[in-house]
């Protein structure tokens, strides 16, 4: 498979299982901050936890969309200069902004990721998951 998509114009990022068995990878934001990022297809938004966002003094602009998890709350929205896995850049992207925790709840198994990277940003990038090699294939033009 990677042979096939490398071939026309996809990048594969290693992925991790983490103790839950959810997949996560680790990705740089603004070529500097590295972070640990769960990668769901459930999730319709990229959510980056609002906390991490205003320790990296990103600014968070306020947005109308609203979900629910432990509580509803409204999403923000920031716009850093990049996004990248170890593997392949992004380039500049939309990330949304919550109370990750509230979300996704909290377990004694696994520390929250920094973000979500959810189904905007895979298909936007066409992206091939291969699960029995833990692979994310990206196609960035």
Known sequence: LEQLLVQRGWTGAQLRENAVNQLEAKVVLNGQHELRFQISTSFSKTILDEDVAKELGLQIEPTNIEVTGAKKQRLGMVAPESLAFPETSLGPVTLFTAD??????????????????????????????????????????
């Open 100 to 141: 990750l925790s509230s979300i996704m709840g909290k377990s004694s198994m696994v520390e929250l990721p920094a973000g979500v990277i959810g189904s905007d940003l895979l298909t936007k990038y066409q992206a091939v998951l291969e699960i029995p090699t833990s692979k994310l294939y990206l196609r960035v033009r």
